[in-house]
C-alpha cells in the first residue's frame, strides 16, 4: 500500500514559506516494497474544488504531464472509480521506453485520487501506485503526488528513485502551469 501525506509530520513553517515561495518539496520514501517512493508537493494559488475539477479530466493529463502521451477513461465502475488506461514515452538511461497501463482510479471528491496498476501487459512496471492528495492552504491549494513503481526491466532501485526525484519535480511545475492557464 502507498504511503501517503497523511502519514508525513506536520510541514514545518519553512517548508510552507518554501511551497508559497513556488517551491517544489520532494520527499523519498525508503520504507516501500517498490523500488522507488517519491512524493512532491506543490503550491497552486486555486481553490481545491478548481484544482479537482481540473485533475479529474483524465483525458487532459496528456496536457498536464508531458511524457505521457494518451489517458482515456475505459471503464466507469462506479461514481468515484474509473479505469483508465494511459501511454507515455520516457527516455531513461539513454533508452526510449514506450509505457502503456491500465489503472484503477479511485476518488475522494477534491480530497485524493488513488491509483493502482490493473495491467502493464507485463513489459511495463511488475508494480506502479500512485495518489494525488489536495489540501487547504489558506485559500489556494497545496497538491501532494506520490508515485511508487517497480519497472520489469531490472534496474537498480537507487536509479529509478533518482530519476522519479528529477522528474517529478518538473512534472508538477508543469501540472501548476497548466492548471493555472484553466
Not at 506536520?10 to 523500488?35: C, F, M, W, Y
Not at 471503464?75 to 483508465?84: G, M, V
Not at 500512485?130 to 506520490?146: F, I, M, P, Q, R
Request: hydrophobic fraction near 45%; aromatic fraction near 6%; charge should be negative.
Amino acid at each position: 500500500m502507498i504511503a501517503t501525506t497523511a502519514a508525513v509530520a506536520q510541514r514545518a513553517p519553512k517548508s510552507q514559506t518554501a511551497l508559497l515561495n513556488g517551491e517544489v518539496i520532494t520527499q523519498i520514501d525508503h520504507n516501500t516494497p517498490a523500488a522507488a517512493a517519491v512524493t512532491a508537493t506543490i503550491h497552486i494559488p486555486l481553490t481545491r474544488d478548481e484544482v479537482w475539477q481540473q485533475l479529474t479530466n483524465y483525458s487532459r493529463w496528456t496536457a498536464f504531464f508531458p511524457d505521457i502521451t494518451r489517458s482515456d477513461v475505459t471503464a466507469e465502475l462506479s461514481p468515484r472509480s474509473k479505469r483508465i488506461s494511459q501511454a507515455a514515452c520516457k527516455t531513461f538511461l539513454m533508452l526510449n521506453i514506450a509505457v502503456e497501463i491500465q489503472l484503477q482510479v479511485d476518488e475522494i471528491p477534491q480530497e485524493s485520487i488513488r491509483f493502482s496498476m490493473v495491467d502493464s501487459g507485463g513489459i511495463s512496471f511488475r508494480d506502479f501506485a500512485a495518489v494525488l492528495e489536495l489540501k487547504d492552504l489558506g485559500n489556494s491549494t497545496e497538491l501532494s503526488y506520490t508515485v511508487q513503481a517497480t519497472p520489469s526491466i531490472p534496474v537498480p532501485g537507487m536509479f529509478i528513485e533518482q530519476a522519479m526525484k528529477f522528474d517529478l519535480p518538473c512534472n508538477m511545475r508543469h501540472l501548476r502551469k497548466v492548471l493555472l492557464q484553466g
